[in-house]
């Protein structure tokens, strides 16, 4: 016997790596070419006199003739703008750009600054949640003009939720698949609904609140729990929202103090994935349920996301949320029977 003799087990696995006979395989090279870059573009729509300021990423500038990517809206909060909510980049490496990470599942990604935020106008106005909707449906045109699709998937989170979830209500022809995340329905026997209430008076004072830099930390240990995020990343977040200014619009407060329920669940008619943190003070599983179980459409989730608390984007379990959005809005049609 050979005493060189290979073992044919051997011999296929080295085959699937390319190694026998020194032989690489055909498709080495595209195996370790570069991916494509994230390509992004900034774009502005009208709500009358209101400019609101938009924002896109997607891999590869879109081209004439080319099949149209899936569309993710992401609809931002109540005390950040869009892009430092979608799109922090953090130092050192760490991934927090919910844009870049959908991006690359192949989505086309956007968001927007509501009214009041970020690079959008700046008004007498609060900001509240039917404000919001009217924002969404002026980017419906931007929308279709620019992606050639007439329905989109929308992701909220915190009172972007409630935004996103009234517009479903508003103009269901518009969405495809909703995400409803670190959401608030009725706030009953929520501890930070609870700290709004009893700041009610002080939020209808003025059309703006303060929100500085303690007000942004904050937001990451009112759960009691600070030590789910990265302080790298809270830092972050603050040199990339501060630039702003130190108010914001106070309507989404005043909304979530004194008006829930701002969304009826039965009139939501599209599929809806609803993730909250285990630790989120701004809900319990009793109010979300609640809302839950009322939903019209079948095709529905609920998610609880262990080690999370509300902000869910940016706590060292993010990926947890970003696993179960993806199988989502990847989940194949139903089959009718």
Do not use: C
Request: charged letters at 25%; proline letters at 6%; a neutral charge.
């Amino acid at each position: 016997m050979n005493k060189h003799r290979i073992a044919r087990r051997t011999l296929i696995a080295g085959a699937g790596l390319g190694i026998v006979s020194g032989i690489a395989p055909a498709h080495a090279e595209a195996a370790t070419a570069a991916p494509e870059a994230v390509w992004s573009h900034d774009y502005w729509a009208n709500k009358g006199d209101v400019k609101l300021s938009m924002y896109r990423k997607r891999i590869g500038a879109p081209a004439a003739g080319a099949e149209p990517l899936p569309v993710l809206f992401l609809v931002h909060g109540s005390s950040l703008s869009a892009r430092s909510s979608y799109d922090l980049q953090v130092p050192g490496g760490a991934e927090y750009s919910l844009m870049d990470v959908f991006a690359r599942y192949g989505f086309d990604v956007w968001t927007m600054d509501h009214e009041g935020y970020g690079r959008s106008s700046i008004t007498n106005g609060s900001a509240d949640i039917a404000s919001g909707v009217e924002d969404l449906k002026a980017a419906m045109d931007v929308l279709v003009h620019e992606t050639g699709r007439n329905k989109f998937h929308f992701f909220g989170e915190s009172s972007g939720s409630i935004r996103a979830g009234a517009f479903a209500q508003a103009a269901p022809e518009r969405v495809d698949r909703l995400i409803l995340a670190a959401s608030t329905y009725k706030g009953e026997g929520a501890d930070e609904i609870e700290r709004r209430r009893k700041n009610l008076e002080t939020l209808r004072a003025s059309p703006r609140r303060k929100r500085d830099a303690g007000m942004i930390r904050s937001i990451f240990s009112r759960d009691g729990h600070p030590g789910i995020y990265d302080p790298a990343m809270v830092e972050a977040l603050v040199a990339a929202e501060m630039p702003f200014g130190d108010t914001i619009p106070a309507g989404t407060y005043v909304d979530m103090a004194a008006n829930l329920p701002l969304v009826d669940p039965t009139k939501v008619k599209s599929p809806v994935l609803m993730t909250r943190g285990e630790w989120d003070g701004n809900s319990t599983d009793a109010d979300l349920l609640d809302f839950f179980r009322q939903l019209p459409n079948g095709d529905r989730q609920y998610v609880i996301l262990p080690n999370t608390a509300h902000s869910q984007g940016f706590s060292k379990n993010r990926q947890l949320a970003w696993y179960v959005m993806k199988n989502f809005l990847a989940e194949p049609a139903p089959a009718a029977s």
